[in-house]
């Protein structure tokens, strides 16, 4: 079974920085697209960066130049490095990803449970 599980968040002060960190866990054949979202209270969930497989990355405008995403593939990570951060930049962080588990070689989307990021003075 597969299962993401993300760590990192936290209560900075605006002008700092966290890093998120999202593991992939159990049989894992491939990964291919993966994504950070973000959603703040009463807003819908939102796509924030998004790293694919051959190494291209995407950003919400929002973020760029602020935030980078990263894969170690070896060892099924991804990263969230977020700098310059603004309370506007508050919500709960959700890893995402396509992941094709051993038992059946077919990608699915699975999602991890979340870590809040609190910006604030």
């Known amino acids: 079974q597969v299962q993401l599980v993300e760590s990192g968040g936290g209560l900075v002060q605006p002008g700092g920085s966290l890093r998120l960190s999202c593991v992939a866990s159990?049989?894992?054949?491939?990964?291919?697209?993966t994504g950070w979202y973000r959603q703040a209270p009463g807003k819908q969930r939102e796509l924030v960066a998004t790293?694919?497989?051959?190494?291209?990355?995407a950003y919400a405008d929002s973020v760029k130049g602020r935030f980078t995403i990263s894969r170690d593939n070896a060892k099924n990570t991804v990263y969230l490095q977020m700098n310059s951060l603004k309370p506007e930049d508050t919500a709960v962080y959700y890893c995402?990803?396509?992941?094709?588990?051993?038992?059946?070689?077919?990608?699915?989307?699975?999602w991890g449970q979340g870590t809040q990021v609190t910006v604030s003075s």
């Open positions: 790293a694919y497989s051959d190494g291209s990355t």
């Open positions: 159990g049989s894992i054949w491939s990964m291919s697209r």
């Open positions: 995402n990803a396509d992941i094709a588990p051993y038992s059946d070689y077919r990608e699915h989307d699975y």
